[in-house]
């Protein structure tokens, strides 16, 4: 992996967790188990397999390659296992210790599902009657190595 491809990743991280803390911030106490019918997930399932995901991931950047299903937690610590996974997987890819997956393969498999639950909660949060605002995520403050809750405000929002 060139350090151009991990500097990308660990970029496409930080917007997985800019996008994720957007998704999450302020979600009202009903939302962790809101369903859309009757065999959905709840936006707290789909956090936790959000977790399994970043997890995943980084058991796949150090050549491990474990999975594991965790039991979902209550919605705050969900929240806080979701940044514990960003943390691990971007301190991985921030080292200078190898990474055996193919650049291509961690961005199509975990990185690229976790996203996609991610607009899976943003669309969770619209139906639940508590939305998300729209943003020019082009213009956002993004940062490699920025994946914790403390995320820069929003520079371009709209409804």
């Given amino acids: 992996m060139t350090a151009d491809n991990r500097e990308l990743l660990r970029h496409t991280l930080a917007t ?5 803390a957007k998704a ?14 009757e ?18 991931g980084r058991s796949m950047a150090d050549g491990s390659r474990q999975w594991n299903t965790s039991t ?12 514990q996974r960003l943390s691990e ?13 193919p650049i291509e393969k961690l961005f199509q498999g975990p990185i690229a599902d976790a996203l996609t639950h991610v607009g899976q909660l943003t669309l969770l ?7 998300v605002r729209g943003e020019n995520y082009f ?21």
């Fill in 16 to 20: 997985l967790a800019y996008r994720g």
């Fill in 24 to 37: 999450i911030r302020d979600a009202p106490p009903p939302f962790a188990s809101f369903k859309v019918s």
């Fill in 39 to 56: 065999t959905s997930r709840t936006p707290v399932q789909i956090l936790a397999h959000i977790g399994d995901l970043l997890a995943w």
């Fill in 72 to 83: 979902p937690l209550p919605w705050t610590q969900e929240v806080t296992r979701f940044f």
């Fill in 89 to 101: 997987f971007e301190t991985y890819l921030a080292s200078d210790k190898p990474v055996p997956s």
């Fill in 125 to 131: 949060r619209r139906a639940s009657g508590s939305p």
């Fill in 139 to 159: 213009k956002a403050e993004i940062t490699a190595g920025r994946v914790g809750n403390d995320q820069a405000k929003p520079k371009a929002e709209f409804d």
